[in-house]
């Protein structure tokens, strides 16, 4: 059984920073990717970032480059989601996402991924 759970949310001022955490437990953890994705009020669910397991490429939605920035520990089983300068359109649920297939590139299709986690809520306050 694969189970994802983010923690890190929370409220934070614009300018501000904030860490999520992703611990995946189940899987091979060798292979595929991990990303996360959000969900803003009344808007679908958008890729944020992805990282490939096994050599660390990464991939980055237009809108948070040079902001955010994912990480692995392959020790910990964790992904990590570094949120600097947040801005009011940050403000969404955020969902951490893993599959075991290797992609190639790390993909922004949600569609690629297989599990989910339960999300957890980022709010930046202006």
């Known amino acids: 059984q694969v189970q994802l759970v983010e923690s890190g949310g929370g409220l934070v001022q614009v300018g501000g920073s904030l860490r999520l955490s992703c611990a995946i437990s189940?899987?091979?953890?060798?292979?595929?990717?991990a990303g996360w994705f959000r969900q803003a009020p009344g808007k679908g669910r958008e890729f944020v970032v992805a990282i490939n397991w096994n050599d660390e490429r990464t991939a980055r939605a237009t809108s948070v480059k040079d902001r955010f920035t994912i990480s692995r520990d392959n020790a910990k089983n964790t992904v990590y989601l570094q949120m600097d300068s947040l801005k009011p359109e940050d403000t969404a649920i955020y969902y951490c996402?893993?599959?075991?297939?290797?992609?190639?590139?790390?993909?922004?299709?949600?569609?690629?991924?297989?599990?989910w986690g339960q999300g957890t809520q980022v709010t930046v306050s202006s």
């Open positions: 189940g899987g091979a953890f060798s292979t595929g990717a």
């Open positions: 996402a893993r599959t075991f297939s290797s992609l190639g590139s790390p993909s922004p299709d949600p569609a690629k991924y297989d599990y």
